[in-house]
């Protein structure tokens, strides 16, 4: 088993994950944490927030070496993984021509992208072209290929986020034409999502064709780690429309592309909550990323109501170390969870922490 040396306990690790994200952990419960890191602190020193231009991917995978290098000794629930920030959602649009604008984050250390609407006008579409020796497929795979080689052997490459479905119509006209197009132009709606899907799926194929996975399975950013080959979905345009909305326009092409791969996590913020049960019902869904939002109350305030509608479903949650160490004390804590814990302080604190949490029991 091809184990990264950045985690010491990883074969342990995956063995509890792959429990989790088998249905078969319901009275358990698992935690990842993060803690202060010198290497975010030496990065905000050198970067300021905002656009800026693609970075050079050998300081990135620097970056991510040191950062992983710092967790080597947890003994938690993570699995230590890079993730291509750079491309993750410019890359759908600048494979067709459109304009990708990076973000720095010094907080985080990432340097995200984005993408102007492609299209002027829906006439527009039918000039699209999906050209498989395009400028940003290039880049991309020699991102790719300098991140796998050099995280070999001491941590793996996370998947990034598809931009299918509504979200890729997003990148072609932007949200509002896209909502409108849901009633003026449907047909031309599906006809981009199918083109999208197309785009979507080369793109993850080429990331899973290059040697991504560890142990048999997908590295993923939030829930860790999963057995096969796994996909990153988003059903946020469906956040601020009904659940039938959902149903009509995004229930079919996400089980399409997770079936086309080994299955697919997503994620909810605050304000798509009321999607919960016909999202925990998609065909090959693993696990859902419950995100907290200003102006909503955090997901481990509602845990235990999110859990029942979820039925089963693997749940991943933010909590803050000094809420989590309190309900673990009190045996508070709802099982089939992955609980992401903020504001730890030391190494050692939190391998203490762990053996609470391995022996818990809902």
């Not at 020796?133 to 598809?162: C, M, T």
Request: charged share 20%; with cysteine; net charge negative.
């Amino acid at each position: 088993m091809d184990l990264p040396a950045y985690k010491q306990n990883a074969a342990d690790t995956i063995e509890r994950l792959r429990s989790l994200y088998a249905r078969q952990a319901p009275d358990r419960i698992f935690a990842a944490f993060d803690l202060p890191s010198p290497t975010i602190s030496e990065f905000k020193l050198q970067h300021a927030e905002g656009v800026c231009e693609y970075p050079d991917p050998v300081q990135r995978l620097r970056f991510w070496d040191h950062l992983l290098a710092e967790r080597s000794v947890l003994e938690d629930d993570s699995l230590p993984s890079a993730y291509l920030s750079e491309l993750d959602q410019g890359l759908y649009s600048g494979v067709l021509g459109g304009e990708v604008r990076f973000n720095c984050n010094p907080d985080t250390g990432w340097i995200s992208s984005m993408a102007a609407p492609l299209l002027a006008n829906w006439a527009d579409f039918g000039r699209l072209r999906l050209d498989p020796d395009h400028p940003w497929f290039q880049r991309y795979a020699h991102q790719l290929a300098i991140f796998i080689e050099g995280a070999r052997g001491k941590f793996g490459v996370s998947n990034f986020i598809l931009i299918n479905g509504l979200n890729f119509v997003f990148e072609l006209m932007g949200a509002t034409e896209t909502y409108l197009g849901l009633i003026d132009c449907p047909d031309l709606i599906r006809q981009a999502m199918v083109f999208g899907f197309q785009i979507n799926a080369e793109i993850q194929r080429r990331f899973f064709a290059a040697g991504s996975l560890v142990a048999g399975g997908t590295c993923s950013f939030g829930v860790q780690w999963m057995p096969g080959r796994i996909v990153s979905e988003s059903v946020d345009p469906f956040h601020m429309t009904s659940v039938d909305c959902f149903e009509d326009w995004g229930r079919s092409i996400t089980e399409q592309i997770m079936a086309e791969f080994d299955g697919g996590t997503t994620h909810l913020h605050g304000n798509g909550r009321h999607l919960i049960e016909a999202v925990s019902s998609l065909k090959g869904l693993k696990a859902i990323c419950l995100g907290d939002d200003k102006g909503f109350a955090p997901a481990i305030d509602e845990l235990e109501g999110l859990r029942q509608r979820a039925g089963d479903m693997p749940l991943i949650v933010p909590v803050s170390f000094v809420d989590f160490k309190r309900r673990l004390n009190r045996q508070e804590l709802t099982g089939g969870t992955l609980y992401l814990v903020q504001g730890a302080g030391t190494i050692a604190e939190i391998n203490r922490c762990m053996d609470a949490v391995r022996a818990y029991r809902v």
